[in-house]
T-cell receptor, first 115, second 115 residues
Framework: GDSVTQMEGPVTLSEEAFLTINCTYT??????LFWYVQYPGEGLQLLLK?????DKGSNKGFEATYRKETTSFHLEKGSVQVSDSAVYFC??????????????FGSGTQLTVLP | DSGVTQTPKHLITATGQRVTLRCSPR?????VYWYQQSLDQGLQFLIH???????AKGNILERFSAQQFPDLHSELNLSSLELGDSALYFC??????????????FGQGTRLTVV
């Protein structure tokens, strides 16, 4: 079945540091890929998405590129801020496996940015 | 504010009891999804309804059931509760079904504690 593997957390960085959170996936077909962010006490918010190979999703300074050859969708940001502290989830939806109507999530990565 | 409303925000109940969690989707959204977030299982898809009809089932226990009413709000019923059912239950809504061009909006969740 479909699955998403995220790098283990937690991740602690200083403000303005470079961020990478690794995400790899296993899917039957050609899934759509997402990054969601969960701030303390809130629900998940869509951060960015990519729907086909080589697509780059970007939002609020975050970027991720859909790499079919390595089945990866790593999240990057060049300069993190304290306000980026949150839990980040990589997710996919896969029409080919019949799960287009649901999201399969990774385990989440807790990011803490120190001033 | 995502526009998805979940009630109650917190619920504490005893083992063996039954509870009902409620979700009001964003105005105009026909799809409602339920997810369970627990420490050991992560974020797992439970069930999806579209315009009153069940469309997909994930790892939902037989003790759990859901429905979507004509006004499109949804309820998740959890019965014969066990300690392991303690989790954060999220509802999400979207205009159509999850997919490349459909964003799901998440509520803030209901935290269920079974004692």
């Amino acid at each position: 079945g479909d699955s998403v593997t995220q790098m283990e957390g937690p991740v602690t960085l200083s403000e303005e540091a470079f961020l990478t959170i690794n995400c790899t996936y296993t899917a039957t077909g050609y899934p759509s890929l997402f990054w969601y962010v969960q701030y303390p006490g809130e629900g998940l918010q869509l951060l960015l998405k990519a729907t086909k190979a080589d697509d780059k999703g970007s939002n609020k300074g975050f970027e991720a590129t859909y790499r079919k050859e390595t089945t990866s969708f790593h999240l990057e940001k060049g300069s993190v801020q304290v306000s980026d502290s949150a839990v980040y989830f990589c997710a996919l939806s896969d029409r080919a496996s019949g799960s287009a109507r649901q999201l399969t999530f990774g385990s989440g990565t807790q990011l803490t940015v120190l001033p | 504010d995502s526009g998805v409303t979940q009630t109650p925000k917190h619920l504490i109940t005893a083992t063996g009891q039954r509870v009902t969690l409620r979700c009001s989707p964003r105005s105009g959204d026909l799809s409602v999804y339920w997810y369970q977030q627990s420490l050991d299982q992560g974020l797992q898809f439970l069930i999806h309804y579209y315009n009153g009809e069940e469309r997909a089932k994930g790892n939902i226990l037989e003790r759990f059931s859901a429905q979507q009413f004509p006004d499109l709000h949804s309820e998740l019923n959890l019965s014969s509760l066990e300690l392991g059912d303690s989790a954060l239950y999220f509802c999400a809504s979207s205009v159509g079904s999850h997919g490349a061009n459909t964003e799901a909006f998440f509520g803030q969740g209901t935290r269920l504690t079974v004692v």
